[in-house]
Structures are given as structure tokens and as C-alpha cells.
């Protein structure tokens, strides 16, 4: 199903990466299992902790919707993670999560339907292409490559690019510098309502897709388009 406003002069689409492209309970859900696994060290009341403040169902490898980690960062959940281990809410701890993420998540990367397609459908067809997602950039350039999407990419902008973490519009402003587009010209596309505001606060459109972990009908109506998946996006944008 499919609803919006005409998106006549768009030069540049910004895709969220989970919950979009990756699937995100097929990816995560076993990812985060084994992280958690990792970082509890064998202490099964660390773990079930964990868990509990991650909002994690670990019989069923998936989060509820309620999870910080659905839409959140590892500078959004690291310091609750750090704080629940009784470990020092550091750089280094958040990095150590992101790489040990980013492991586990290329093992268990599962894409949304037909991702490289709809890169290379939409590329030729003179769109701009880029990434912003309150994943590492490191982890997100990966999963790109991993996924066939790298060649039709402009930009990777992560929570750790320096231009700030969704909801703020800091990735999204840079991408209309760095592309010289003015930011009604570009759309984000995502399955929250980080996406929403930081497209919003940016003064870009916002195409919402159904594919995400959460319910968003109740961002419907603030979308400038509204879709069940990415793979319907080549047909509507052409």
C-alpha cells in the first residue's frame, strides 16, 4: 500500500539503513544475542540485566518495540549497557560494542527485498544515494558493501561521522552541502520517527516505510509519502 504527495524535484534520497534496507529483527536479534553473550562473560545474571534494560527477548532473538536499541545509537544505549555491567560508560566501551555489532551483524545481515536493485534502478535513473544511520559508520559502510550497494552510494554518514546522531538534522544538512542540493530536494527515507525529525529538521521530505520493527501508522500522516518497502520506491520515484 502506498500513499503520499507527488515528489516532483527530488535529486537525492537518504536511506536509513536499519529497519529499511536490513531487516532489523533478523539481523540484530541474533547479533545482539551473541553480543550480549560476549560482554556478560559467562555471568548469566549480567546477561539476563542486559536483557532486561535492552528490552530484549532472547528465546525469540528479537526486541520490542520499546527497545533504545531499536532507533538508538551505542551513544544512546552504551551508557545504560556500561552501567549496567558496572563498566565505565567510555569511548572505548562504545567502541568495543560497535565492533563487536558489527561482527555479529555481517554474519546475520538480512536484507529488506531487493536493496540493490532499488540502488541501481533509482541511481540510473539520476537519483543521488546516500546512508544516514545512527549505526557506526564503519559497520554501516560494511553492510553496504556486503549487501552490493557501495557503487551507488554518494555518502555514509553514522552516529560517529561527526555530524551528529538522528533525531538532529546534522547528517542530513552536511549530505546538502556536500551534494549541493537544496534540502527540499532530497528525501529520507526510514521506518521512525528519528528519521521523521531529522528530515524535518532539515527541511527535506520524508518518505516512511511500513518495514521497521515498530508500528508508524501514527506517522503516516506527517510523511510525504508513505510505503510498504523500498522495492516499491524505483516505480514511484521514477
Avoid: C
Avoid at 548469566?44 to 527497545?67: G, I, K
Avoid at 508500528?215 to 510498504?228: F, S
Wanted: aromatic share 6%; no cysteine.
Amino acid at each position: 500500500m502506498t500513499k503520499g504527495k507527488a515528489m516532483g524535484g527530488l535529486k537525492a534520497v537518504l536511506f536509513d539503513k536499519d529497519g529499511t534496507i536490513v531487516d532489523f529483527d533478523r539481523t540484530w536479534g541474533p547479533a545482539a544475542g551473541t553480543v550480549i553473550a560476549t560482554l556478560a562473560a559467562g555471568d548469566a545474571a549480567a546477561a539476563a540485566r542486559l536483557h532486561e534494560v535492552s528490552h530484549f527477548l532472547p528465546e525469540e532473538d528479537r526486541f520490542l518495540p520499546t527497545s533504545p536499541l531499536v532507533a538508538g545509537s551505542a551513544a544512546h544505549y552504551g551508557p545504560l549497557w556500561a552501567e549496567t555491567l558496572g563498566r565505565a560508560a567510555t569511548q572505548d566501551f562504545f567502541s568495543l560494542v560497535d565492533r563487536l555489532f558489527a561482527e555479529a551483524g555481517l554474519r546475520h545481515l538480512t536484507p529488506i527485498g531487493q536493496p540493490k536493485e532499488v540502488f541501481t534502478r533509482l541511481s540510473a535513473g539520476g537519483l543521488d544515494l546516500a546512508i544516514v544511520t545512527n549505526d557506526a559508520e564503519a559497520n554501516a559502510r560494511q553492510q553496504a558493501e556486503a549487501l552490493g550497494l557501495s557503487p551507488y552510494l554518494k555518502a555514509v554518514h553514522g552516529y560517529d561521522s561527526g555530524f551528529g546522531s538522528k533525531p538532529a538534522p546534522g547528517m542530513v544538512l552536511a549530505l546538502a552541502q556536500m551534494l549541493g542540493h537544496a534540502p527540499d530536494a532530497m528525501a529520507v527515507v526510514g521506518d521512525s520517527p528519528h528519521d521523521l525529525e531529522a528530515a524535518r529538521g532539515a527541511g527535506a521530505r520524508f518518505i516512511l516505510v511500513r518495514s521497521g520493527p515498530a508500528p508508524v501508522d501514527h506517522l503516516a500522516g506527517e510523511a510525504d509519502l508513505v510505503v510498504d518497502s523500498v522495492d516499491d520506491l524505483p516505480r514511484l520515484l521514477a
